[in-house]
């Protein structure tokens, strides 16, 4: 595809960072991208014998977060096997959203290793309602139909060399707008460079291929990010964190446009990034490990790590492994040990937090909707705050106990939960 056919096509819809329907959840952080819904009338309590819709026993544990579109749910696992890694298929199962069972199952690669948290089915599948792609942890791409048809594959490693990650390859792909952008970069043990690569989401046609320089060090040039989109004076840009530097990408060439430092201010050998950019209202937000958290103005051109600053926090409760979430009016973050802050999202300044929430570590990020903050543990316990000014714990929520790494994806009014064993739909009773 030639540059300037794809750029008039992501214009288009400029205004609204996805086309999809506003009540599905497409990919990992939701319809815009930043672990927002617009659902209303959400439950905000449940348990084994409340508000729970449906609950269906998976293959095997994944950090994958299912995603939704219409009436099917699209997810990823190892085939059942050992405990503690799973089974060496790396699977993509499609869900009915009405009671959970199978419609169909196919095989992304062999291959499975355990890497500490996660598997390499950790990657979260991406749809647009008429295709639905997924990443394997081994660098191998499928997409497919909704009916489960085999589109194209394509094997990152086989094209671009081995991955060179610490801790293995954890990154979910974008899809915007019929085109996927995929993201590698790593560096601790490899001396290939990071990059970025885009694809046509329908044929699997590699769009473009581009490098992404750092100077990062040890394993700090690793990263488990996503990329987002950001929308600025009506051009579409492509934001990446990672290797100790957040960036600004032409969707339709992949060049850099911009590039922000200070992730890693002291050049330490172990900054490696797992929480992704988020994008609201004109500002980029970054994590790095623990600190400093980052937000930049959009806008500008090659190096903008003074020029377009907005703030920097460094006090307590900084995240590692959780993305955080913004309404662009107040940005909240939950750390590894479960403690949540609230920040004002135009100024840094905390408005409330560190504060305790339920007790047991933390790795899923939290989610944004209908005027609360869910935070879900390691435990599968979701506690519930009120999205304010004021630190206020609406309910604390257990299931089954089972080991979660997941993010909660809402769709059409429902909650979708994945522990290590099961997946959950919860929505609101009628009696409520």
Same mark, same amino acid.
């Given at each position: 595809?030639?540059?300037?056919?794809?750029?008039?096509?992501?214009?288009?819809?400029?205004?609204?960072? $996805?086309?999809?329907?506003?009540?599905?959840?497409?990919?990992?952080?939701?319809?815009? $991208?930043?672990?927002?819904?617009?659902?209303?009338?959400?439950?905000?309590?449940?348990?084994?014998?409340?508000?729970?819709?449906?609950?269906?026993?998976?293959?095997?544990?994944?950090?994958? !977060?299912?995603?939704?579109?219409?009436?099917?749910?699209?997810?990823?696992?190892?085939?059942?096997?050992?405990?503690?890694?799973?089974?060496?298929?790396?699977?993509?199962?499609?869900?009915?959203?009405?009671?959970?069972?199978?419609?169909?199952?196919?095989? $992304?690669?062999?291959?499975?290793?355990?890497?500490? *948290?996660?598997?390499?089915?950790?990657?979260?599948?991406? !749809?647009?309602?008429?295709?639905?792609?997924?990443?394997?942890?081994?660098?191998?791409?499928?997409?497919?139909?909704?009916?489960?048809?085999?589109?194209?594959?394509?094997?990152?490693?086989?094209?671009?060399?081995?991955?060179? #990650?610490?801790?293995?390859?954890?990154?979910?792909?974008?899809?915007?707008?019929?085109? #996927?952008?995929?993201?590698? $970069?790593?560096?601790?043990?490899?001396?290939?460079?990071?990059?970025?690569?885009?694809?046509?989401?329908?044929?699997?046609?590699?769009?473009?291929?581009?490098?992404?320089?750092?100077?990062?060090?040890?394993?700090?040039?690793?990263?488990?990010? !996503?990329?987002?989109? /950001?929308?600025?004076?009506?051009?579409?840009?492509?934001?990446?964190?990672?290797?100790?530097?957040?960036?600004?990408?032409?969707?339709?060439?992949?060049?850099?446009?911009?590039?922000?430092?200070? #992730?890693?201010?002291?050049?330490?050998?172990?900054?490696?990034?797992?929480? =992704?950019?988020?994008?609201?209202?004109?500002?980029?937000?970054?994590? =790095?490990?623990?600190?400093?958290?980052?937000?930049?103005?959009?806008?500008? =051109?090659?190096?903008?790590?003074?020029?377009?600053?907005?703030? *920097?926090?460094?006090?307590?409760?900084?995240?590692?492994?959780?993305?955080?979430? !913004?309404?662009?009016?107040?940005?909240?973050?939950?750390?590894?040990?479960?403690?949540?802050?609230?920040?004002?999202?135009?100024?840094?300044?905390?408005?409330?937090?560190?504060?305790?929430?339920?007790?047991?570590?933390?790795?899923?990020?939290?989610?944004?909707?209908?005027?609360?903050?869910?935070?879900?543990?390691?435990?599968?316990?979701?506690?519930?705050?009120?999205?304010?000014?004021?630190?206020?714990?609406?309910?604390?929520?257990? /299931?089954?106990?089972?080991?979660? /790494?997941?993010?909660?994806?809402?769709?059409?009014?429902?909650?979708?939960?994945?522990?290590?064993?099961? #997946?959950?739909?919860?929505?609101?009773?009628?009696?409520?």
């Amino acid at each position: 595809m030639e540059k300037n056919a794809l750029v008039p096509v992501l214009l288009l819809v400029a205004s609204s960072l $996805l086309s999809a329907d506003q009540e599905y959840w497409p990919q990992w952080r939701g319809p815009n $991208l930043n672990g927002g819904s617009q659902a209303v009338d959400l439950p905000t309590t449940w348990g084994v014998e409340e508000n729970i819709v449906w609950s269906k026993k998976l293959p095997s544990w994944s950090g994958g !977060t299912p995603v939704v579109w219409g009436d099917r749910i699209f997810l990823t696992s190892p085939n059942a096997g050992e405990e503690i890694q799973g089974g060496e298929q790396l699977l993509l199962g499609c869900l009915s959203a009405v009671d959970g069972s199978v419609l169909w199952q196919r095989t $992304l690669d062999e291959g499975n290793a355990y890497w500490m *948290k996660h598997n390499n089915t950790s990657p979260s599948p991406v !749809t647009n309602g008429e295709v639905v792609i997924a990443v394997a942890g081994t660098g191998m791409i499928k997409a497919y139909d909704v009916e489960g048809e085999e589109l194209w594959h394509y094997s990152l490693q086989e094209q671009h060399g081995a991955f060179g #990650l610490m801790w293995g390859y954890a990154s979910s792909p974008l899809l915007y707008d019929g085109v #996927l952008f995929v993201e590698v $970069l790593h560096g601790m043990n490899t001396d290939d460079p990071s990059y970025l690569v885009a694809f046509k989401a329908a044929t699997g046609e590699v769009l473009w291929h581009r490098e992404r320089a750092t100077d990062a060090v040890g394993e700090s040039p690793d990263a488990y990010t !996503t990329p987002t989109l /950001l929308e600025h004076d009506g051009q579409m840009q492509i934001v990446v964190s990672g290797g100790d530097y957040v960036t600004g990408h032409d969707p339709a060439t992949g060049k850099e446009l911009w590039r922000a430092g200070g #992730l890693n201010p002291n050049k330490e050998t172990n900054y490696r990034v797992a929480g =992704s950019p988020v994008v609201a209202d004109g500002m980029v937000y970054a994590t =790095s490990r623990r600190n400093p958290v980052l937000a930049f103005h959009a806008g500008g =051109s090659g190096d903008i790590s003074e020029s377009h600053l907005a703030w *920097k926090f460094e006090g307590a409760g900084g995240p590692d492994v959780p993305s955080a979430t !913004t309404d662009g009016r107040l940005f909240f973050m939950v750390d590894d040990r479960g403690r949540a802050t609230c920040l004002d999202a135009k100024t840094g300044e905390k408005v409330w937090g560190p504060e305790r929430l339920a007790q047991g570590a933390v790795s899923a990020s939290p989610v944004l909707a209908d005027g609360k903050l869910y935070v879900v543990n390691e435990d599968g316990v979701t506690t519930v705050l009120q999205a304010g000014p004021e630190f206020k714990v609406l309910a604390t929520n257990e /299931l089954d106990g089972a080991y979660t /790494l997941s993010s909660l994806a809402i769709a059409e009014g429902r909650i979708y939960l994945r522990t290590e064993s099961h #997946l959950y739909c919860i929505a609101q009773s009628e009696q409520e």
